[in-house]
């Protein structure tokens, strides 16, 4: 089992920046795609970006393209996503999941086994 835990939210202005982090537990950690995706008030649930188990390819959102960046360090169990040049738009909870394929982080959600709880990110205008 993977057990993940966000943190990094918080209140920043448009234009600003912050790093959220995924905590992950367990030996299989560096076995997983890894993805963010993030939920809007009244919103469904949507892909932002996502890592493979090495760290060597990234996908992203085409709306944060140029804007964030995801990473790993498999050796803290832990997923990053620099975010940058931040939008009122950006608003919502943000959680981290473990899937098996980058297909499943962006379009079979309900399949994924593994979530963090999320954490809240705000941009003010």
């Known amino acids: 089992q993977v057990q993940l835990v966000e943190s990094g939210g918080g209140l920043v202005q448009a234009g600003g920046s912050l790093r959220l982090s995924c905590a992950g537990s367990?030996?299989?950690?560096?076995?997983?795609?890894m993805g963010w995706i993030r939920q809007a008030p009244g919103k469904e649930r949507e892909f932002v970006a996502a890592i493979s188990p090495s760290g060597g390819t990234t996908t992203l959102a085409d709306f944060v393209k140029g804007r964030f960046t995801i990473s790993r360090d498999n050796a803290k169990n832990t997923v990053y996503l620099q975010m940058n040049n931040l939008r009122p738009e950006d608003t919502a909870v943000y959680f981290c999941?473990?899937?098996?394929?980058?297909?499943?982080?962006?379009?079979?959600?309900?399949?994924?086994?593994?979530w963090g709880q999320g954490t809240q990110v705000t941009v003010s205008s």
């Open positions: 367990g030996r299989t950690f560096s076995m997983y795609r």
């Open positions: 999941a473990a899937g098996l394929t980058t297909t499943q982080l962006m379009r079979d959600m309900k399949t994924l086994a593994y």
